[in-house]
């Protein structure tokens, strides 16, 4: 069976001694977010910290002869829902955090950093990644945020996250259920029902009350150009300007009330099999990098906010 460890339990002789190419460590990186009015303001990292313990019971069953490290959680993610209680660490900081513990951990010979998150935030997602591509050129260093991949395909009803999960469009969070709505709840009842609000049945539907603005508009003549990847992106952005930057909106996008331990369990299971397929690629020894939402337009992360 698989060694279990904290990071910062060890003293140095103990790090020095463990074998390196069998060795991953774990961390959970999302924000201090509201999550509508019955969701606690930690919901993304006891998901993110949910997701961690099942990937390594994962890894345990594939890889019993290896070493999980698990890091401290960090409470950290740019792109917050913007409303009194959230905290916004800006993606440049957020970025240059995530390639500081990379590269301390390549320095000390470790090979691999398997992140959990569970946070949509654009330049949350573009920071990571840039850090893990940085990581990779620096020191030939895997850093996984599986979630850059799996919210891409939540958005756009990938057809295989669909069939796996047997969740559809407004409950798989994609755009008309991409905060707090039934996704979210159900993956919280499946973590611990304890922390929901009793209330969250009682919850109306949050749904989007604007047309295609502008971005969409710029995004249909990319996608008419022929930047398909980069053109819906576009329109993703423009649903989530549309819900932010109305006056008054609701902390949450989506139905609470359709939220089910069942969903919420179907998804952490497909969840954790897209993470391994990465996981499994880089113990391979290959590249791995994740197309987050957005990336064709990258440099937002370097913008204010």
Not at 107 to 123: E, K, S, T
Not at 127 to 136: K, L, V, Y
Not at 220 to 243: F, K, P, Q, S, T
Not at 262 to 274: I, P, T
Request: aromatic content about 6%.
């Amino acid at each position: 069976m698989a060694r279990v460890i904290e990071y910062v339990r060890q003293t140095l002789p103990q790090l020095q001694a463990l074998d390196k190419t069998k060795t991953v460590a774990l961390m959970s990186v999302s924000p201090i977010e509201v999550h509508g009015p019955h969701l606690p303001v930690g919901t993304d990292v006891y998901i993110s910290e949910e997701l961690r313990r099942r990937y390594m019971a994962e890894i345990e069953r594939r890889h019993p002869d290896f070493t999980l490290l698990v890091l401290p959680p960090l409470y950290t993610g740019a792109d917050p829902l913007p409303v009194g209680g959230s905290i916004n660490v800006r993606a440049p900081l957020l970025e240059g955090l995530v390639l500081a513990f990379a590269s301390g951990l390549a320095a000390q010979g470790f090979r691999y950093l398997l992140i959990a998150d569970n946070h949509g935030g654009p330049r949350h997602q573009l920071a990571i990644e840039a850090a893990a591509r940085s990581a990779w050129r620096r020191h030939r260093f895997y850093v996984i945020n599986p979630f850059g991949q799996e919210f891409r395909m939540m958005v756009q009803h990938d057809p295989t996250l669909m069939k796996a999960t047997g969740l559809g469009p407004g409950t798989i969070g994609d755009d008309p259920d991409v905060h707090a709505g039934t996704n979210e709840t159900s993956l919280m009842l499946a973590t611990d029902p304890a922390l929901i609000d009793p209330g969250y049945r009682d919850v109306p539907v949050s749904a989007p009350t604007k047309g295609p603005g502008a971005v969409a508009a710029i995004g249909r003549l990319v996608r008419a150009l022929g930047g398909r990847v980069v053109g819906r992106d576009l329109e993703h952005l423009d649903a989530a300007l549309a819900w932010t930057g109305k006056k008054g909106f609701t902390p949450y996008m989506g139905g609470p009330a359709k939220a089910s331990k069942e969903a919420g369990e179907a998804m952490y299971d497909a969840r954790v099999g897209g993470a391994m397929d990465l996981l499994e690629r880089a113990l391979r020894g290959e590249e791995v990098r994740i197309t987050p939402m957005l990336w064709g337009v990258k440099i937002l992360r370097k913008l204010p906010g």
